[in-house]
C-alpha cells in the first residue's frame, strides 16, 4: 500500500503517473519527438498538482528500466534516482517491454481474428535501427522468451508461430510488417505504446515485495553498447 510515482522515458514517449495502493490518481504523457528534457519535470509537478499531493509524501519512485532509447532511459533514470537521493526513498525498476505486456490484460479482444483454437502469445517490440527490434515473447504474465536484439526476417518466431497466435505491437512492430504479415498467425496492433499507467500493477507489486533497486549503482537495462557514429569528413 504506497503512493508511488512512475516515470517511462524509453521511447519517443514521455510519460509520468502518480498511483496509490495500485490505484492511478493522475496522468501526463506525450508521444512525440525526444522531448524528455524539457518535460519530464514539468509533467511530474503536473501530477502531483492533479493529485492535489506534495512530492515530499511520495513512498517510492518506480522507472521503466529499457530496454529503450539510450538517451531517453538516461534521462528517465537520472531523474529517478536524483529524487530517491533527496527525498530519501527506495527505486524501483520495471521492465519496458513487461509494463507494455500489462495493457494488453485484455486477451478476448484478439480472439475475433480467429484466434478461438489458439493460445495468444504477446510479443512487444521496441525500434533499434534498420530491421533490428528490442522484443520479447510473453504468454500472459509469463516471459518465455527472454529479451533480445533481433534482426527481422520471413523466418523470426517462426517455431512460435505454427502453434500460436503471436501478437506484435510496439513502435519496431510496424516495420516488421512486411516480412511477417504474410502468416496468419502473426497480429499486429497499432495503439499500445510504453505508458507510465500500465507500470502501476509492476511498481505496487515490486514495492510490496520489497524489489528496490541500489540507488547508487543502478544503470538502465541498454541491452546494447551505445555507439557514437563518427563524424562525417566534409568533401
Known amino acids: ?5 512512475n516515470i517511462e522515458t524509453a521511447t519517443t514517449v514521455c ?10 490518481l493522475a496522468l501526463k504523457e506525450i508521444n512525440g519527438d525526444y522531448s524528455h528534457a524539457e518535460n519530464l519535470t514539468v509533467f511530474i509537478e503536473d501530477v502531483f498538482k492533479q493529485a492535489n499531493l506534495k512530492l515530499q509524501e511520495v513512498d517510492a519512485i518506480a522507472v521503466s528500466k529499457g530496454p529503450g532509447s539510450y538517451t531517453g532511459l538516461r534521462i528517465g533514470v537520472s531523474t529517478a534516482k536524483g529524487l530517491c537521493y533527496s527525498l530519501n526513498k527506495p527505486l524501483i525498476a520495471i521492465d519496458t517491454l513487461q509494463h507494455m505486456v500489462a495493457s494488453t490484460n485484455s486477451n478476448s479482444r484478439f480472439m475475433i481474428a480467429g484466434a478461438s483454437q489458439l493460445k495468444v502469445l504477446f510479443c512487444p517490440m521496441l525500434d533499434a535501427r534498420r530491421m533490428e527490434v528490442y522484443c520479447a515473447i510473453y504468454s500472459g504474465d ?13 523466418n523470426s518466431f ?11 505491437f510496439g513502435d519496431g512492430a510496424a516495420k516488421c510488417k512486411g516480412a511477417l504479415s504474410s502468416n496468419k498467425n502473426a497480429l499486429f496492433v497499432d495503439d499500445i505504446f510504453p505508458s507510465a499507467k500500465n507500470m502501476i500493477t509492476l511498481s505496487e507489486k515490486a514495492y510490496n515485495n520489497k524489489q528496490f533497486e541500489d540507488v547508487a549503482y543502478f544503470e538502465p537495462f541498454y541491452l546494447k553498447d551505445f555507439l557514437i557514429g563518427k563524424k562525417k569528413t566534409p568533401k
Not at 142 to 154: L, M
Open 158 to 168: 517462426a517455431d512460435f508461430l505454427k502453434e500460436n497466435i503471436v501478437l506484435f
Open 15 to 24: 510519460s509520468v503517473s502518480l498511483a496509490k495502493d495500485g490505484e492511478l
Open 1 to 5: 500500500m504506497a503512493l508511488i510515482l
Open 142 to 154: 509469463v516471459c518465455v522468451r527472454k529479451t533480445s536484439a533481433e534482426i527481422i526476417d520471413e
